[in-house]
């Protein structure tokens, strides 16, 4: 079981810049993969950045150059830095670790209860 706790979210005025936190239960050296979706009102879910026990991280393309995903493995802490934020920025923030389920291999996805970003225009 992965317990996962979102800070940071707000209102920002737009070009401004925010940090969420996620904050995991375990060690997230155990976890495999750790990501920030959004979601906005009447839209799916989508996956914002993502990064692996690696320190391999993905972006979409609409927040490339502007948004930074990071970790602190002592922390057991997975950050979103948001720069440059724009008003089709703001949705729902959701932080989501992908665990290995022993024994069986399969991978399960835990979710936080996400924090509100909102990008004034």
């Known amino acids: 079981q992965v317990q996962l706790v979102e800070s940071g979210g707000g209102l920002v005025q737009a070009g401004g810049s925010l940090r969420l936190s996620c904050a995991a239960s375990?060690?997230?050296?155990?976890?495999?993969?750790m990501g920030w979706y959004r979601q906005a009102p009447g839209k799916q879910r989508e996956l914002v950045a993502a990064?692996?026990?690696?320190?391999?991280?993905n972006y979409v393309d609409s927040v490339k150059g502007r948004f930074t995903v990071s970790r602190d493995n002592a922390k057991n802490t997975v950050y979103l830095q948001m720069s440059s934020l724009r008003p089709e920025d703001t949705a729902v923030y959701y932080c989501?670790?992908?665990?290995?389920?022993?024994?069986?291999?399969?991978?399960?996805?835990?979710w936080g209860q996400g924090t509100q970003v909102t990008v004034a225009s």
């Open positions: 990064i692996t026990s690696g320190d391999i991280t």
């Open positions: 375990v060690s997230i050296f155990s976890i495999n993969s």
């Open positions: 989501s670790a992908d665990k290995v389920v022993v024994p069986s291999g399969s991978i399960y996805r835990y």
